[in-house]
């Protein structure tokens, strides 16, 4: 310790006195006091006004720079270390020398800066700003060959990656050429993944998804599946999932989706095409949320229907009925969904028999699943009256819906239960459904949804309920007073936050309810002439319009 004292009293005197040529003893003194005992080497450092200095050592650039940097690093190691060396305005000149040549500068430097700004999202972003980005990217393409200097700058990208303000910065360099071109170089497994953890974060933002596209990233991952697929390592099985879920990424952003789609004939896609029949479950996963991925538009649906791609998805989900991948499943089902958006996919897919292996679903226990073949039935009814009616006689579907209408643990199960409750009654419009339904305990449901927060929820509920009252009022006679469907209505009207469409559709379910007794006298209770006679004067002539012959009808039969 008394030469470690004597060190740095010296490494002051030298600064102030700028000679550079004994301050090499004093720097290899500390190195080596670092090493034996870095806790207390750093705080006899910090304690004796040391760290002041540096800034003016850094600048100097000499053959003592390296080892200076090599100081700041391993002080920065210690946490307590690091506000002290941003305070002593290290970070300035650090940042100056990633412009220097000298490659154990360089490297010294790097693990200075990463050291530093280790886990604060407040220093990265100033590195960020200060515009490391750009210079650290020229670093890897000029010293490829330096492992250690190539390992300092994927560790330093992938801590920056993680911020959203440093994804235009790398869009604007050729980061996505340098990456795919060191992962092709690469053959050990743990180059290859700290590579991965650099794209992972990198590949969130739409424009360097279709820059990685461009620089041939897809063609490496297909590589490294070919390579592992078959794999029993630890290794082999991590490296699929890694390149299968990145593939999938780069999937999410429209551009790059298109251009690899090509038409529906681009080779990507007909090899991601190729995963779904797989024995391996990471492949059938990745495959399946690649045709949900790819199906993001109507032509590209559209496309993947005519070619054959639903038998594909149903046969592997009839794979996972009982073997029950949970993942599996749900990315099927999503594919499924998306593919029955287009209007013109509805009854090619329902003649394929999709609700029929969906409905094998009914019985699972696990919300996400639940979540994806509510959606997936409600698009495939949607203005399709038949496939309608036969899904909504089904008493076990129903009384399925109605259970999972009270999923209070689950908003999404429930929002969608109720949501494909009311699809089935408007697309039916069936005596025999709205018997179904009201006999299965869903006019509740229905009422409760036509209160909802989300406007488009209570238009529904509202129609539903409509087509309830005009097709079966005496089948819902008593559900519809004992759930209190003509005070949500009054409620509903008097709202000044209710939209136009939910005011004219209460209007509607007003009149069609006026042919119940019970129900009359609760309309004539709750004074609805004088409601409907304030909205004779709405902004919007079609509401104003129906309070014009509401406001007959109730006179009419008052």
Known sequence: MDNLSEALKKLKLSSSDSATDNIEGCLDCLLK??????????????????????????????????????????????EFMRSPCVEAGLIPPLVQLLNCKDQEILLQTGRALGNICYDSHSLQAQLITMGVIPTLVKLLGVHSQNTALTEMCLIAFGNLAELESSKEQFASTNIAEELVRLFRKQVEHDKKEMIFEVLAPLAENDVIKLQLVEAGLVECLLEVVDQTVDGDREEDVAQLKTSSDLMVLLLLGDESMQKLFEGGKGSVFQRVLSWVPSNNHQLQLAG???????????????????????????????????????????????????????????SKMLSAGVSDVVLKFLKSEMPPVQFKLLGTLRMLIDTQTDA?????????????????????????????????????????KSKDVVRTVTQGGGVKHLVTMATSEHMIMQNEALVALGVIAALDLDCAEKDFVGFNVVQVLHKLLTD???????????????CSVMGSEPLHKEVQGLAFIDVVSGLRSHENKTVAHQASLTEQRLTAQS
């Open 388 to 428: 309608a009616e036969q899904l909504g006689t089904n008493p076990k579907l129903v009384e399925r819906l109605v259970e999972w209408c009270e999923a209070k643990d689950h908003a999404g199960v429930m929002g969608e239960s109720n949501r494909l409750l009311s699809a089935l009654i408007r697309h039916s």
């Open 288 to 346: 399946a949320l690649a045709i949900a991925n790819f199906a993001r538009n109507d032509g590209n649906c559209i496309h993947m229907v005519d070619t054959g791609i639903v038998q594909k998805l149903l046969e592997l989900l009839d794979r996972h009925v009982d073997e029950g991948n949970v993942t599996v499943q749900h990315a099927a089902l999503s594919a499924l969904r998306n593919l029955a958006i287009p209007v013109v996919n509805k």
């Open 496 to 510: 000044e936050r209710s939209a136009p469409e939910i005011k004219y559709n209460s209007m509607i379910l007003i």
């Open 33 to 78: 006091a670092l090493a034996h005992n870095n806790v207390e080497t750093s705080g006899k450092i910090q304690e004796m006004g040391v760290l002041s200095v540096m800034p003016s050592l850094l600048s100097a650039q000499n053959s003592s720079t390296a080892k200076v940097a090599n100081i700041i690093a391993e002080m920065a190691k210690n």
